[in-house]
């Protein structure tokens, strides 16, 4: 069935580094990819997303990369803070046909000051 | 604008019992997805209604179920608690039920079967 595998499980950074978290999907058929941002007591919120058009997308200090031949995406953040600490989930979905997400099972970030 | 708000927002529950969650989508939303989130699990689509029906569906068994009214509020309902069931229950919102729409999440219930 349809499946999004999230690499690592847990990231520790130091503030200032940057931090990578990767994602593949299995849905040839997904053509929409959200990153999520989940602090502790809150639910998810969305920080950035890119659809299958486009192989990159940027704001401020995180970037989206999208593989659709290797059905891989990734997260990126430059110049990490602590307040960047929390967990992290991408996650895939089709764009019709009504929601139907799958998550990947979340990256927990901790940034060290 | 407010945000997408569930009640409760805890819950404590015996095994056998049902229970009701709520879900008020953000001002003018009409479609709402519902998820499980467990640490074992992570987030697990339930299922999503809009114009209140319910357009897709989750691998959940049928003690799992919803509506929504025609204001879009949700509700979904868990029959005969079992201990697994405890979880936080996560409905969000969106302004409609294209599946490439941004979602906005509200904060959670969390439900505890004893």
């Known amino acids: 069935g349809e499946n999004v595998e999230q690499h690592p499980s847990t990231l520790s950074v130091q503030e200032g580094d940057s931090a990578v978290i990767k994602c593949t999907y299995s849905?040839?058929?997904?053509?929409?990819f959200p990153w999520y941002k989940q602090e502790l007591g809150k639910g998810p919120q969305l920080i950035i997303d890119?659809?299958?058009?486009?192989g990159e997308k940027k704001d401020q200090r995180i970037a989206v990369t999208l593989n659709k031949t290797a059905k891989h995406f990734s997260l990126h953040i430059t110049e990490t803070q602590p307040e960047d600490s929390a967990v992290y989930f991408c996650?895939?979905?089709?764009?019709?046909?009504?929601?139907?997400?799958?998550f990947g099972a979340g990256t927990r970030l901790f940034v060290k000051a | 604008k407010a945000g997408v708000t569930q009640t409760p927002r805890y819950l404590i529950k015996t095994r056998g019992q049902q229970v009701t969650l709520s879900c008020s989508p953000i001002?003018?939303?009409?479609?709402v997805s519902w998820y499980q989130q467990t640490p074992g699990q992570g987030l697990q689509f339930l299922f999503e209604?809009?114009?209140?029906?319910?357009?897709n569906k989750g691998n959940f068994p049928g003690r799992f179920s919803g509506r929504q009214f025609s204001n879009s509020r949700s509700e979904m309902n868990v029959s005969t608690l079992e201990l697994g069931d405890s979880a936080l229950y996560l409905c969000?919102?969106?302004?409609?039920?294209?599946?490439?729409?941004?979602?906005?999440f509200g904060p959670g219930t969390r439900l505890t079967v004893l």
């Open positions: 849905d040839s058929a997904s053509n929409y």
């Open positions: 996650a895939a979905s089709i764009g019709t046909g009504g929601f139907k997400t799958i």
């Open positions: 969000a919102s969106s302004l409609t039920t294209s599946g490439n729409n941004e979602q906005f």
């Open positions: 001002s003018g939303h009409r479609s």
């Open positions: 209604y809009f114009s209140e029906t319910q357009r």
């Open positions: 890119i659809r299958s058009n486009v």
